[in-house]
């Protein structure tokens, strides 16, 4: 283990196959049980309409907060060991399609990383709700690097969600699009 002070980091966790709740929460346990590495806040489960092109379950999410002593790297290793655990079979994983189990490094204290096989913080961040809403929850005053406070970002999207909303009833051919805000796990 590298020496190194302790690091706040970010975990975006989704799951839409074999009972996500489950698959989550298992997810969950497993960032607690990481070496060097302490969980130090979980968001709520949250229930979201899927993104993509093909129909598939909805997704349950959810963001822990650790503080780490990883690199960033070796932490992406772990979250990828912890998707191979839960059995996560990638060469059934479409872009965009159902999957038992998802772990995305959002955020890694004030780092800006863009290697091949890392890019932190996460460029979905800004655009999605099921991120930037747990997130909210469990660090409200996160500024997310070279984006700014996770508050202003979450509220850009909910105003853009909006205005898409708005657009789809406009357009008579979508009334029967859902819409994608996302809603409490029970
Ligand atoms: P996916 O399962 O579709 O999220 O893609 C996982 C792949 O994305 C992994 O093999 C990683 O090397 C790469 N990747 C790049 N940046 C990140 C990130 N911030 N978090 C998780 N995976 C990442």
Not at 51 to 57: I, N, S, T
Not at 117 to 124: C, E, S
Not at 175 to 180: G, K, L, Q, R, S
Request: charged share 20%; proline share 10%.
């Amino acid at each position: 283990m590298p020496a190194q002070g302790w690091v706040p980091a970010y975990v975006g966790i989704g799951s839409n196959l074999d009972d996500p709740e489950l698959q989550v929460r298992s997810a969950l346990e497993a960032l607690a049980e990481l070496p060097g590495t302490r969980r130090i806040s979980c968001s709520g489960l949250l229930r979201n309409v899927a993104m993509g092109p093909q129909p598939q379950p909805e997704f349950v999410n959810a963001v822990a907060g650790l503080l780490t002593q990883l690199p960033a790297l070796g932490l992406l290793d772990e979250l990828l060991a912890i998707e191979r655990r839960q059995g996560r079979d990638r060469s059934l994983s479409l872009r965009w399609g159902p999957r038992r189990i998802d772990l995305d490094l959002l955020v890694y204290g004030d780092a800006v990383i863009n290697v091949e096989r890392l890019v932190v913080p996460h460029p979905g961040i800004a655009t999605r709700n099921f991120v930037l809403l747990p997130l909210l929850e469990i660090a409200p005053t996160l500024r997310v690097p070279g984006q700014g406070p996770v508050w202003r970002l979450a509220a850009a999207a909910n105003q853009q969600e909006q205005q898409a909303n708005g657009n789809r009833a406009r357009h008579k051919d979508s009334w029967e699009t859902p819409a994608t805000s996302p809603s409490k796990a029970p």
